[in-house]
């Protein structure tokens, strides 16, 4: 046997690219050495001394040769370029640009890099360089974010200049000061980028406008801090605009003609585009009895969207359409999104479509692609079509009923068997919609309820996905995988903490399935312990990313998944589209043959990376929009529930608009709040009370600060009682404030009148 020193050395060397099979072989291991092989293995990942990624160890933080540099600038296809930090300008002449690009292998953590951070890059000679740019940059860490600018809103003062109010929540509170000759011109309101000129060891820090991003007077105009803090592209360049405009509608020539077939599109109400439609009938087949015909028809992107042109290229660049409450930025223009592309109804349309023929027991026993012209019978809405199928249908759906609409129940109720029989993860956690008032102010926040009709797109559009990952992989074709890895060896060491303290024990073993947590959820269902034991078991989940690598997809429990559904607003199912019409001959507008697995790779990591970039943009203008609306209510007290448990305190979202605010640690009460990793609690050391992950409790809202999205709380609730003996140790020495350094604060509850 190795020694846990040798086995650790080994995956240095190969780290990110070995497993059991590849130790065992090296070191002739078999039979019972391979039982304590893998012991071995879980003690280390239970020490964070390795880790595990896509089946394969690695050393945690474990990182090749790099140069620290820095993003300089965009360059006119609105790439990064970045310049080495440690360059002598004097004795190697100017700096190289290096052309900055997402790590080949696994995702970039955290957010994209924009102008201004520090990243860690693996670089590589460009053969073709122009003369300019000579190297690229792979991205393997995001070392610091850019400190130079700052991105504020800025406010006048009596004298001419102005303070900038930081949109960061992390700087909230930390206003820098601008004098009039640094004001450069901005107005109230505006949302401006500074650069701190100047720090005092008292007052304020001295910072100087750079640029004027436009004006924020109204709250229609919240999303547009997300957008210039994040670098999401929100103007399209010239020459996209005018190759969208001279695009002109896709002929039946090379094409099936299915118009005659009444597929229909159901979407959300508010939906301008519609990219998917569905239809279903009973297999005719009699070696397929009880069998349906499922058909997915996807709008033909590729046929619009050419590799390598304008529109192709800046479409890489945004990776997605992103979503507020106010504004979409679509990834392509409207043009193509809105109008060739959208399956409007009666009109006619290019589109992929897949055919799926379904057994019995809701499996899919075999599929075919086409590519079509098509016409959709009908546009509906979710809660439209759900109750014409609960009987009451309208004058568009009552036609549709039984010929249209009841088959395509009727075969989801065929797939829902498979689907059930699979047992992907199946978490109970209530989206949340802000309904915006004509101002562009909150209405209110809603749970939309999830209906039958939503499910059934849901299963369908999965069913397409895997059909389109299966054909790619069967013709050999690259591809891009939709991708969720397992919980991590540290994840699932800290989830079987948890589950001790609910007295729960869960079995040590590397390989894990969707259905045991689902085993675990259904024990707590309609119990007080179900918000909080949906909360952790989403926290041990791996991310979703985009791989050129296929290791399955844990959460849907697939063994392969592809995205092909939805080409207008994701750059991955254009390329999946590309793969299908390269693959079956369906014109020349594929996958191009040069293209190879490393060049997908590179493409995945980066629509990985925008597909973050969106969803926290998205989240921070809903923060923001949600702090405006709440900033009247100062001193109201409000119900909610622990959705986050820090060292440093505790964060509570309401339940009536979900907003989430802080309870500083400090501000909790005159004992010492100690943070218990297992139990996802704050424990006092004296009085042994305990605030956990999903309790119930009162806050008062004590600050709001609309322009960083943030909320402060008091807590008024009490919190439940640990016995000293299970409080755990009382950690480190010199941990515990002595009493005249705890702050003076009264009791909480009625306890304070």
């Known amino acids: 046997m190795p020694t846990r020193e040798e086995l650790i050395a080994f995956i240095a060397t190969h780290g990110g690219d070995v497993g059991k099979r590849e130790i065992s072989r090296t070191f002739g291991l078999d039979g019972g050495d391979r039982i304590v092989l893998k012991a071995m293995l879980r003690e280390l990942a239970d020490e964070g001394l390795i880790g595990r990624k896509r089946g394969k160890l690695h050393l945690p933080g474990a990182l090749p040769a790099v140069v620290m540099s820095e993003v300089v600038e965009r360059d006119e296809d609105g790439e ?34 924009t102008v201004g951070d520090r990243v860690l890059l693996k670089t590589e000679e460009i053969s073709e360089a122009d003369g300019r740019v000579r190297h690229t940059g792979h991205v393997l860490k995001v070392l610091e974010k850019s400190r130079t600018l700052v991105l504020g809103l800025y406010r006048r003062d009596a004298q001419g200049g102005g303070r900038l109010i930081p949109i960061d929540k992390r700087n909230m509170g930390r206003e820098l000061a601008i004098p009039p000759d640094f004001a450069n011109g901005a107005e109230e309101g505006d949302l ?29 105009a ?23 405009e001279a695009a ?7 094409r099936e003609d299915w118009r005659d077939l009444p597929l229909l599109t159901i979407d959300p109400p508010d939906a301008k585009d519609h990219d998917d439609a569905v239809h279903a009938t ?43 409450p106010d504004r979409v930025l679509p990834m392509l223009p409207e043009r193509i999104s809105n109008d060739l592309c959208s ?9 992929l479509a897949v055919r799926m023929v379904i057994g019995p027991n809701g499996r899919k026993k075999s599929h075919s692609f086409h590519r079509i012209m098509m016409r959709s019978a009908a546009k509906l809405a979710y809660a439209q079509a759900q109750a014409a199928i609960d009987g009451q249908p309208d004058e568009v759906t009552q036609p549709l009923l039984d010929d249209v609409l009841r088959p395509l129940w009727d075969g989801y109720a065929l797939v829902k068997k498979a689907r059930d029989a699979r047992s992907p993860l199946d978490l109970d956690l209530p989206e949340r919609k802000i309904l915006l008032k004509p101002d562009g102010t909150v209405d209110r926040v809603i749970v939309p309820e999830r209906l039958d009709a939503h499910k059934l797109i849901e299963e369908f559009m999965i069913l397409a996905n895997v059909a389109a990952a299966e054909t790619l992989e069967e013709k050999r074709i690259p591809l891009i995988y939709r991708v969720h890895d397992q919980p991590s060896l540290e994840k699932m060491s800290s989830l079987r903490e948890f589950l001790q303290t609910l007295d729960i024990k869960m079995p040590k073993t590397e390989t894990v399935r969707p259905a045991q947590f689902n085993e675990i959820l259904a024990r707590f269902t309609d119990t007080e312990y179900a918000p909080l034991v949906n909360q952790v078991i989403l926290r041990s989940q791996a991310q979703a990313e985009y791989a050129q690598e296929n290791y399955g997809h844990f959460g849907l429990h697939l063994r392969r998944y592809a995205h092909f559904t939805s080409p207008i607003r994701r750059y991955a199912d254009l390329i999946v589209h590309r793969g299908l019409i ?27 990376a925008s597909e973050r970039r969106a969803m926290a943009a998205e989240r921070e203008t809903i923060d923001r929009l949600i702090a405006h609306h709440m900033a009247e209510q100062i001193g109201a007290t409000f119900k909610g529930r622990i959705s986050g448990v820090t060292k440093a305190g505790l964060f509570v979202a309401l339940d009536d608009t979900g907003a989430d605010g802080f309870i500083p640690a400090v501000t909790l009460g005159h004992d010492y709040y100690r943070y218990d990793e297992a139990r996802h609690a704050l424990i006092g050391d004296q009085t042994g009370e305990m605030h956990r992950l999903g309790d119930r409790v009162e806050v008062k809202l004590v600050e709001a600060a609309p322009v960083a999205g943030a909320l402060r709380f008091e807590l008024l609730s009490e919190g439940s009682r640990v016995s000293g003996a299970a409080r755990g140790p009382r950690g480190p020495r010199g941990r515990f404030r002595r009493p005249d350094e705890r702050p003076a604060r009264p009791p909480r509850g009625g306890k304070r009148r």
């Open 80 to 113: 990064l370029l970045a310049v080495p930090i440690d360059w002598d300008e004097d004795e190697h002449g100017e700096a190289p640009r290096i052309l900055v690009q997402l790590a080949r292998r696994g995702r970039l953590a955290g957010p994209a890099p």
């Open 192 to 220: 401006v980028s500074v650069e701190i000129v100047r720090h005092h060891a008292y007052g304020l820090p001295t910072a100087k406008v750079k640029e004027r991003l436009g004006s924020i007077a109204t709250e229609k």
């Open 222 to 244: 919240i999303s547009l801090i997300a957008i210039h803090a994040h670098g999401i592209p929100s103007v399209f360049r010239r020459n996209t605009l005018a190759e969208a």
């Open 248 to 254: 002109r509608p896709a002929s039946l020539a090379g």
């Open 282 to 324: 009973p297999d005719t087949d009699p070696a397929n009895a009880g069998g349906f015909i499922l058909t997915v028809a996807i709008a033909d992107v590729a046929a619009y969207v050419q590799p390598g042109s304008a529109l192709d290229r800046e479409a890489l660049v945004r990776g997605n359409s992103v979503y507020f």
């Open 343 to 351: 399956l409007r109804p009666l009109e006619d349309r290019p589109a």
């Open 582 to 608: 390269r693959a079956l001959g369906f014109g020349r507008d594929g996958l191009p043959e040069s293209t190879t697995p490393e060049e997908l790779a590179e493409i995945a990591a980066r629509i990985s």
